[in-house]
């Protein structure tokens, strides 16, 4: 944004820098830290260290801009009724669920959840998707931190069901959604879940979660829900990908990946000629 506002010959702005509405930034909301941040970064005199790091890490090639703010920080409920100038529009929201799930992100979770009503409204929205009792979910908050989160195992796999069944009249997967092993890093960086699962972790300090799908050859795509509780966590999932690797031992690899684990956002899903030989499977 600060290059685009250079670009329109805009380098210095002699009033105050307005945060309108819900506004959030670097996974902190607090208006005033927020609009010196969003400051900060406009004017590449001001980074530290951090900044200065992203800058060269995101490979932009960008000049480093450079706009001047002279005010103060104000903040307003809602935007005055002016022209804007630039607009910044964010990835799409599959994206950003992806990166949340990757890296299991809180702040993201906890901040999703508050758009749609909160954490109560998130229980009754999944248990009614996912055909389950609201009584099954239990939730306090939107990131599932604190042991008063509770899904039954049966809750969670249909809630993947019927995310996976959802999502067959869209462009996009669960592999799309969720952190995929052998593809992506995150939370499954140094697990040996078979490969091409979608799954999602869940830790606290004495419990280990994982739930999600791994394809197999005689059962097609096997959808699963694993918490262990004890200390120790690493030993909690190793246990967790010894069992998963038993099973597709069992039933057998799959020879094709199925469209449900296949990548769209990422340009992996198979082409439209070969998804005739390639079943999906609840």
Known sequence: MGYALNQLGIRQVRGNLTIAGNFSMNYESEPQLVGNL?????????????AATQYVRSGSGLPKPQVQILGSVQYVTSPPNLQPLIRHRSLSLAEIIKQM?????????EMLA???????????????????S????RLINGSGLGHENQISPRASVAMFIAL??????TDLTVADLLPVSG??????????????????????????????AIPTRDRGVVWFAIINRATGL???????????QQLVNYWGASDVLP???????????PALGDLARIDRVN
């Open 38 to 50: 969003l400051r900060q970064s406009l004017d590449s005199r001001l980074w530290e260290s951090e």
């Open 101 to 109: 799930n990757i890296y299991s992100n809180n702040p993201i979770s």
């Open 114 to 132: 508050e758009t749609l009503g909160g954490a109560e409204m998130v229980r009754r929205l999944a248990a009614e998707a996912a055909g389950v």
């Open 134 to 137: 609201v009584d099954e979910i």
């Open 164 to 169: 996976d069944r959802h999502l067959r009249d």
């Open 183 to 212: 593809r992506d890093l995150g939370t499954l960086e140094y697990r040996r879940i078979p490969p091409n699962s979608a799954v999602k972790t869940g830790t606290l300090f004495d419990v280990s979660a994982l739930a999600g």
């Open 234 to 244: 690493d030993a909690l999932r190793d246990d967790q990908d010894w069992l998963l």
């Open 259 to 269: 469209i449900t684990l296949t990548n769209n956002l990422d340009g992996t899903r």
